[in-house]
């Protein structure tokens, strides 16, 4: 298979044995989109389907590719019984979303049988769940009854990140509590807006910064909090960063200007590449891998898949105790880097390879 304007995409840096990956193109809808699936190990490949204006198609394809690893590497530390895939669906500059569009991706879904099984992502709602799922049974992210699992998977992944910011505060800086604690918060949109919530509610300081400035100015206000611009975050003198908007932030030219003891924050791929996780280290900054913090929606839209396949339900209690292992896991990671010297980043790899089989 070959990727749109390049190479083959098994020559792709960022091809890693992907069992599978299709590019589909519906021409009555306009629909285009790619299904990558990384892993099936550990159960149908699970992952968002991110709508985005990509004006480069090959971005599009890297995305599926990473973002189709990341999720293999979060379900398995997770502990869910679910593989690794992504899809993107490459939108027009205006990003133009039809009904034709969405059955059209339904019906791509099902016609691969159940290998992946797609849920919310950027630029997708839980209506946009809802049409796909008159084409496919293979999506979660439903709508739920109170007290159950699924629906909007943006407020269990904050609660995962804010659980394992202060996993991250107790272990680095000793802190029992998040009094106090200087936060800078990059991205406001569901999921940072939900970190800096959970946060400013425990005492915590948040500095934020959005692309939409006025919606950050909105939300400090709320929390007593202060504002700067995206050119700035990174540079804030702070106690944690935690990255929440897109992914590649953590580069050559952006870790000497961190001026933070913790990274922890919900952006995928986070490093640019993975040496980044080393310089990290060596500046002495405690990363929280982005897999392991952000899990917290995909264990509650997963837990909400495999019991609706099981004819059974699944509590919100039931996903929020699976979420608070997140923090565990964390610092089992911490420990381990701390033990054998190697970044945070290469053991939770490590760990996550062999889960899903392909460890050493």
């Known amino acids: 298979m070959t990727a749109p304007g390049s190479a083959a995409i098994w020559t792709m840096p960022d091809f890693d044995e992907h069992e599978r990956v299709e590019v589909i193109h519906d021409r009555a809808s306009g629909l285009t989109a790619i ?92 209506a946009d769940m809802e049409a796909i799922h008159q084409r496919t049974e293979h999506v979660c992210g439903l709508p739920a009854q109170p007290g159950q699992a699924g629906g909007d998977p943006g407020p269990y992944t904050a609660q995962g990140i804010f659980l394992g910011i202060k996993a991250a505060v107790q272990y680095r800086l000793g802190g029992k509590d998040m009094d106090g604690v200087h936060v800078a918060v990059q991205g406001c949109g569901s999921v940072g807006s939900g970190v800096a919530r959970l946060l400013a509610g425990e005492g915590a300081r948040v500095t934020l910064a959005d692309i939409d400035h006025a919606r950050a100015e909105v939300l400090a206000a709320q929390l007593g909090g202060s504002c700067v611009s995206t050119g700035e975050i990174m540079e804030v003198g702070c106690d944690v960063f935690s990255p929440n908007a897109l992914g590649a932030i953590l580069d050559d030219a952006t870790i000497p200007q961190l001026d933070c003891t913790i990274v922890a924050g919900g952006a995928n791929n986070q490093l640019a590449r993975a040496e980044h996780g080393e310089m990290l280290r060596e500046r002495g900054i405690l990363y929280a891998p982005d897999y392991v913090i952000n899990a917290g929606g995909i264990i509650n839209v997963g837990l909400e898949y495999l019991a609706r396949r099981a004819g059974e339900t699944c509590s919100s209690a039931t996903v929020m105790e699976r979420i608070g292992g997140i923090a565990r896991t964390l610092t089992t990671i911490w420990e381990e880097s701390e033990r054998s010297g190697t970044g945070a980043h290469e053991v939770a790899d490590r760990m996550a390879r062999e889960a899903i089989g392909r460890g050493e």
């Not at 869910?80 to 791509?108: C, H, I, N, S, Y």
């Open 35 to 126: 299904v990558a699936l990384h892993s099936t190990h550990r159960g149908p490949g699970a992952g968002g389907t991110r709508f985005w204006h990509y004006p480069q198609p090959l971005a599009a394809v890297r995305d599926a590719l990473r973002l189709s690893r990341g999720m293999s590497y979060k379900n398995a530390l997770a502990g869910l019984p679910l593989g690794g895939g992504k899809a993107v669906v490459l939108l027009d500059e205006q990003r133009t979303k039809t009904p034709e569009m969405l059955a059209a991706f339904g019906d791509a879904v099902e016609a691969l049988g159940g290998a992946y099984v797609t849920a919310e992502d950027v630029g997708a709602s839980v």
